[in-house]
């Protein structure tokens, strides 16, 4: 009589080594995204409802951004350099009070309308940035 061994094939898949790799991926990506802080502007929307009403009838200042990249300063034009003195002697003048906002063309260009809102966001100015139009 013959002993025949029973060689069968084993199909189960060990499922550690692929947990660990993605428990260390994990703790990897957790790592490195709380590193990472992002540099955004903060602005405040018109329409917001945790806004307070301002007691003072005081209207804003206004940059208007035309789509051929000019800058108008109530409804005067500078270029970004001469907007920026403007905006310091108002928020020197204006002191807490300053606040902006800043209506740019639909086609305006992204690069002049971040610039504006750096200048804007250096001297802490509270701005609002309206719907291109």
Do not use: C, H, W
Not at 37 to 52: D, F, R, Y
Not at 114 to 123: A, C, M, P
């Amino acid at each position: 009589m013959a002993i025949k061994k029973k060689n069968k094939v084993n199909s189960e898949f060990n499922m550690s080594s692929l947990t660990d790799i993605i428990f260390l991926l994990l703790i990897f990506f957790m790592l490195t995204s709380s590193l990472i802080v992002p540099n955004a502007l903060n602005l405040q929307l018109p329409g917001s409802k945790n806004s307070t009403p301002s007691n003072s009838k005081v209207k804003p200042a206004t940059v208007a951004i035309k789509s051929d990249g000019s800058i108008y300063y109530n409804q005067k034009q500078f270029s970004l350099e001469n907007l920026e003195t403007e905006l310091a002697k108002y928020k020197r003048t204006r002191g807490d009070a300053a606040s902006v906002s800043v209506s740019p063309d639909a086609k305006a260009s992204n690069e002049v309308i971040v610039g504006v809102l750096d200048i804007v966001y250096r001297y802490e100015i509270k701005a609002a940035l309206l719907d291109p139009q």
